[in-house]
């Protein structure tokens, strides 16, 4: 599957589950519950330790049914770590020049954290593929729905503060995908065990997607 593919598939799933701070042994556990309840696109990011490790179990165990990201990279020497295990997106909360670069040469969806309009064209001037609205919540959809005018050539994903309250509003705005974390992997279910409650989660992140994708 190309690089072009896979960022078709992005727009097309519109949504991103963000793996953070999990135990490695639950990655797997964590990936069918979300999978069964729809998402096709995680990310695990690599302040959680064993993140590496994780990535390279999930491709392993889903293969191209499963689109697996490194995020919160901050670094080039992370971002060949993460494209090794088998990443194929890459995600940071914020602009390295030096890792949209190891992104290019690699083939690799780079998705950098930008905050303003001057950071979103000089993340994609440098060669991002989309950028990243972080945090989302505080900016709020109208703020991405005001910048896509000047902007509209500018794919951008909305990361941060996302809910089932507000991810309608988000790409009703024009965000092209958003990255939802803690509300949907709740911490509370995994201790639990409570997979099917992650997987009732995802489904209702997933339906909610869609229909707005659909307007």
Not at 37 to 42: D, K
Not at 73 to 88: R, W
């Amino acid at each position: 599957m190309g690089k072009h593919h896979k960022l078709k598939r992005l727009e097309h799933e519109g949504i991103v589950a963000i793996l953070r701070g999990i135990e490695e042994k639950e990655a797997i556990n964590i990936a069918r519950a979300l999978y069964e309840g729809g998402i096709r696109c995680l990310e695990v990011t690599f302040n959680t330790p064993g993140a590496k490790e994780m990535i390279y179990r999930m491709k392993a165990a889903f293969g191209d049914d499963l689109l697996v990201g490194g995020g919160t990279v901050l670094d080039d020497v992370t971002a060949k770590e993460a494209i090794e295990a088998g990443a194929e997106f890459i995600l940071s909360p914020s602009l390295h020049h030096e890792v949209i670069e190891v992104c290019n040469q690699h083939g690799v969806i780079s998705v950098p954290g930008v905050y303003t309009p001057t950071e979103m064209v000089h993340g994609y001037k440098w060669g991002a593929d989309i950028v990243k609205i972080f945090p989302a919540d505080i900016l709020g959809p109208k703020y991405i729905q005001q910048v896509r005018g000047p902007l509209e050539d500018i794919p951008i994903m909305a990361v941060g503060g996302i809910s089932l309250q507000n991810a309608a509003a988000f790409i009703g705005a024009g965000a092209m995908s958003i990255g939802v974390g803690s509300t949907l992997i709740n911490k509370k279910y995994i201790e639990e065990k409570r997979y099917d409650k992650i997987t009732e989660l995802a489904s209702a992140f997933t339906a909610i997607v869609k229909t707005a994708k659909e307007k």
